[in-house]
């Protein structure tokens, strides 16, 4: 008798721990969504400050390169994105010190710094999600459903640093 109660004890406090992971995992699941929906917002917010700085830089052929790598940031999906924000960011390189000193650069380097925070606040919740999902009971049990395995945003986000 008592080795059954036990054993319902034990069955239990698994039921919790299981119903608690699931619940967890979800949450963290959230919080990766929300992190990139906020970045998504950041660097839509660079591409079209660098966009704007465009008719500023001095060398054409380098201010026609920030244009169209601007404007494809605005149009990139999520399955090319990190390829886009690259380009984005060597064009930057290239074309930040050839702009004009009236160049209103205040927003892009604003815009930066917020993508860079932004990507900060991704890539850990993205760690912490998957930091639980290769423990082995929620990989056993698919707590985490048909969810796919979160990804870290990783770019060159140093064009405007220094």
Do not use: C
């Given at each position: ?63 026609a ?32 010190p ?65």
């Open positions: 008798m008592t080795t059954l109660v036990w054993v319902l004890v034990g069955l239990v406090l698994l039921g919790a721990y299981v119903t608690w992971t699931a619940g967890r995992l979800d949450r963290l699941h959230a919080r990766v969504d929300a992190a990139w929906a906020a970045l998504d917002a950041q660097l839509v917010r660079r591409a079209a400050a660098a966009r704007a700085l465009a008719p500023f830089v001095e060398d054409p052929a380098s201010a390169r920030l244009d169209e790598a601007a404007h494809r940031a605005v149009e990139a999906g999520a399955e090319d994105r990190e390829t886009v924000e690259n380009d984005l960011s060597r064009a930057l390189r290239v074309a930040v050839r702009l004009a000193p009236t160049a209103p650069v205040d927003e892009l380097r604003a815009a930066a710094s917020k993508v860079a925070l932004a990507r900060s606040f991704h890539n850990a919740a993205v760690k912490d999600t998957r930091t639980v999902r290769w423990r082995r009971l929620p990989r056993l049990l698919r707590l985490a459903g048909h969810r796919a395995m979160p990804t870290f945003f990783e770019i060159d986000d140093t064009a405007l640093a220094g």
